[in-house]
């Protein structure tokens, strides 16, 4: 079976009528035949007789655009759940590996789920912003002679703490959103 065998949408009936439309409009139709081809677009069963409205009128493949009329449909991915199980787990993997394990959490599951890529990139802009932090703080330190050291275990508390609360928020919710972060990756 031949894809110009199978049956169209009314979907891709309703996108051929809209491109006569715009070929009307544009002055590449007369009246009369804009009315023969948009009865013909209308009764259309096959994409073959959907896609013969358009002869004369466009090259195959079309340069510029693709109605759905001559495309294939997209596949349908349906998501199951909002990612907060995964979710939480990028949020927690900045304990042990601070910014690694969220990168490998968008790297992997969030390229096939948009949810969980949503929770996994705010963790890692979150631990990114926590490193540039103890870097800057670091660097701070050192030039003030160690005057700013006092400051390393409060900013740890608030790292170790922000990092819980992450994980349980988005477990609980499903939204959530660090505090004071630059959000790097978007």
Excluded: C
Aim: aromatic share 12%; net charge positive.
């Amino acid at each position: 079976m031949s894809t110009s065998d199978l049956l169209v949408t009314p979907a891709q009936r309703d996108r051929a009528v809209e491109i006569l439309k715009e070929m009307y409009a544009d002055g590449r139709l007369d009246h009369m035949e804009f009315d023969l081809r948009l009865e013909k677009a209308l009764k259309a069963r096959t994409r073959a007789e959907l896609n013969s409205t358009f002869d004369g009128l466009v090259a195959r493949p079309v340069p510029t655009f693709a109605p759905a009329a001559f495309t294939r449909p997209a596949p349908i991915q349906q998501y199951q759940g909002d990612g907060r199980g995964m979710g939480t787990v990028a949020h927690w993997l900045g304990y042990p590996t601070f910014f690694v394990g969220p990168a490998i959490v968008v790297a992997t599951t969030g390229q096939k789920n948009p949810a969980v890529r949503r929770h996994a990139v705010e963790a890692l802009n979150f631990q990114l912003t926590a490193v540039g932090a103890f870097a800057a703080l670091g660097i701070l330190t050192g030039f003030t002679h160690g005057f700013l050291g006092f400051l390393f275990p409060i900013l740890g508390i608030l790292w170790f703490l922000l990092t819980g609360i992450g994980g349980l928020a988005t477990a609980a919710t499903g939204k959530f959103r660090y505090p004071f972060t630059l959000r790097l990756i978007k």
